[in-house]
Nanobody
Framework: QVQLVESGGGLVQAGGSLRLSCAASGRTVSTYVMAWFRQAPGKEREFVAAISGSGGIAYLADNVKGRFSISRDNAKNAVYLQMNSLKPEDTAVYYC??????????????WGQGTQVTVSS
């Protein structure tokens, strides 16, 4: 079973940038589609971005397109989320997970602790 640890969150002003990291252990995730999700206070967890196993195909939610990008380093068993032009509405706990190849919004693994991102206006 794969364990996922997210890091890189913090407090940033609107318009700023952060880079989140997701480190996987227990097994290699290089053949899996990986995704980022986020959950804001009082809201359901929502899909943010996904990336194919090779890293060649990326999917982004409409509300982050043009601002966020997703990447991976299979040699390090890691996935990243680069977040630019951050807005207060991006404030949430961010999680990564393995997702189904046929439904990238369907998480397959256990949730980690997540990493808190807070964007001040």
């Amino acid at each position: 079973q794969v364990q996922l640890v997210e890091s890189g969150g913090g407090l940033v002003q609107a318009g700023g940038s952060l880079r989140l990291s997701c480190a996987a252990s227990g097994r290699t995730v290089s053949t899996y589609v990986m995704a980022w999700f986020r959950q804001a206070p009082g809201k359901e967890r929502e899909f943010v971005a996904a990336i194919s196993g090779s890293g060649g195909i990326a999917y982004l939610a409409d509300n982050v397109k043009g601002r966020f990008s997703i990447s991976r380093d299979n040699a390090k068993n890691a996935v990243y989320l680069q977040m630019n032009s951050l807005k207060p509405e991006d404030t949430a706990v961010y999680y990564c997970n393995v997702v189904a190849q046929y439904d990238i919004r369907r998480p397959l693994g256990s949730w980690g602790q997540g990493t808190q991102v807070t964007v001040s206006s």
